[in-house]
């Protein structure tokens, strides 16, 4: 589902992975760990294609992320970082916003949809009808969230996502991302999060090694 087939990475000449592999079946949920400024956020970009490789090669379902290929392999991608640009005035708006473009027209979430996910996240009706730049950084992670379920998305990449919430919001965006059906490639420091991959990489000495779970 998501190959990183001997990738190099480099920021500024300081190289984070060198020649490193990891293959990510459909439905893994795979935590990677390590030191602060190993690289872990850095692999989530490259795999978005938003940091380019210095060498080797990634895939999504087969597809080989390019130039090219750029634009559909991020349609298919939820990506969650810390803290998410929504891009719209109002949450409603972010919420409907991928739905404005001609892929989504036609499927626009009804309130009827859109209710009972926010409540499963934790998040009550109001908080629609809020400007995005007023609510709080684990607000706007859940609003990313269901942006992304609302659109059906069941590849996600998630940095941190659970650092800024209380126990009960963790547990509610756990449930939500612990899916069979979703390919989670997540960066966490949290034992909850990394006691229920099935998964954990670890970066070390510029490789994705698998450690015990
Ligand atoms: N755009 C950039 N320009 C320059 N250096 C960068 C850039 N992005 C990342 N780096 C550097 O690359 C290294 C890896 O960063 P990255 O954010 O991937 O680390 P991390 O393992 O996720 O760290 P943390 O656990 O602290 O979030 C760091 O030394 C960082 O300073």
């Known amino acids: 589902m ?4 001997n990738i190099t990475l480099k920021v500024h000449r300081q190289t984070l992975l060198d020649g490193a592999n990891l293959c990510i079946a459909k439905g893994e949920k795979v935590v990677v760990r ?8 850095s692999l989530l970009k490259c795999a978005l ?5 210095a060498g080797g090669s990634v895939r999504l379902d087969g597809l080989e992320l390019s130039a090219a290929t750029v634009a559909e392999i991020r349609a298919r991608i939820a990506f969650v970082g810390q803290e998410p640009v929504l891009g719209a005035e109002s949450v409603r708006e972010a919420l409907q916003l991928p739905f404005t473009f001609k892929a989504h027209r036609g499927n626009a979430p009804t309130d009827e949809q859109i209710l009972p996910l926010l409540e499963r996240l934790h998040l009550s009706a109001a908080i629609l009808e809020k400007p995005c730049k007023h609510i709080s950084g684990g607000e706007k992670q859940r609003i990313a969230i269901a942006r992304a379920l609302l659109l059906n998305k069941t590849v996600f990449l998630a940095d941190e996502v659970t650092s800024a919430l ?5 547990a509610a965006v756990m449930e939500e ?8 490639l997540s960066v966490s420091h949290d034992p909850d999060w990394i006691g229920q991959c099935n998964r954990v990489v670890g970066i070390v000495n510029h490789q994705l090694t698998e450690e015990n779970a």
């Open 2 to 5: 998501i190959e990183f087939k």
């Open 49 to 53: 294609g938003a940091l380019p490789l």
């Open 34 to 41: 390590g030191t602060s400024g190993c690289g872990k956020s």
């Open 166 to 170: 209380d126990p009960a919001s963790k």
């Open 177 to 184: 991302l612990f899916r069979p059906e979703i390919t989670l």
